[in-house]
């Protein structure tokens, strides 16, 4: 069955980028109408929307971080990565992707999860 | 941004009695196209989030019959017929019919 797996740097120092990537196994990212997900949770916290990518490659981010994100889609690799900059210790959570897609009847956001990653920022 | 905020945070139960979670939104969550955006995810502990129920009353594929789900513009609720121990975790309700899209607070559900 399909499968997300995140990926990347446990760790990253402030002011730097993360990059993280999400790989799709089990199935081919371009089989469906699908779009792909990140989302983060700090930890003891709830669950924050980062921002979304379709597999034509357009991409919707939260706007409390729009200045500081970018989401890409590689259906060849089937793969979607996201970029996060200016990093500070409020960037330190969960980071988790998933994905979604809709039909003519219905919607079926986020109806897989990755395990999601820990990503630390400090010195 | 539209706010979700959940009732009860914290909610013991009794094995095999019913629960019920309240999520209010700041706007309505009804979609021009006829569709209400609105979404129930379990977290179990260690785990990431699970689907329950899209679009208000529908159950994810495999999701078991004691979790249904209801309501309508800005008030919702999630409800479990009969309480298992596998059902301990926390709930969240979440919006799509606006970006960003945005979570509940969180529910925490126990064993009594």
């Known amino acids: 069955q399909v499968q997300l797996q995140e990926s990347g740097p446990g760790l990253v120092k402030p002011s730097q980028t993360l990059s993280l990537t999400c790989t799709v196994s089990?199935?081919?990212?371009?089989?469906?109408?699908?779009?792909w997900t990140w989302i983060r949770q700090p930890a003891g916290k709830g669950l924050e929307w980062i921002g979304r990518i379709y597999n034509s490659g357009d991409a919707k981010y939260n706007p409390s971080l729009k200045s500081r994100v970018a989401i890409s889609v590689d259906t060849s690799k089937n793969r979607f990565s996201l970029n996060l900059t200016s990093l500070t210790a409020a960037d330190t959570a969960v980071y988790y992707c998933?994905?979604?897609?809709?039909?003519?009847?219905?919607?079926?956001?986020?109806?897989?999860w990755g395990k999601g990653t820990t990503v630390t920022v400090s010195s | 941004e539209i706010v979700m905020t959940q009732t009860p945070l914290s909610l013991p139960v009794t094995p095999g009695q019913p629960a019920s979670i309240s999520c209010k939104s700041s706007q309505s969550l009804l979609h021009s196209d006829g569709k209400t955006y609105l979404f129930w995810y379990l977290q179990k502990p260690g785990q990431s989030p699970k689907p329950l129920i899209h679009?208000?009353?529908n159950r994810f594929s495999g999701v078991a019959d004691r979790f249904s789900g209801s309501g309508s513009g800005t008030d919702f609720t999630l409800k479990i017929s009969r309480m298992e121990a596998e059902d301990v975790g926390v709930y969240y309700c979440?919006?799509?019919?606006?970006?960003?899209?945005?979570f509940g607070q969180g529910t925490k559900v126990e064993i009594k």
């Open positions: 979440m919006q799509s019919v606006e970006l960003p899209q945005t």
């Open positions: 679009e208000v009353s």
């Open positions: 089990g199935g081919s990212m371009d089989s469906g109408d699908y779009y």
């Open positions: 998933a994905r979604g897609y809709c039909t003519s009847d219905s919607c079926y956001d986020m109806d897989l």
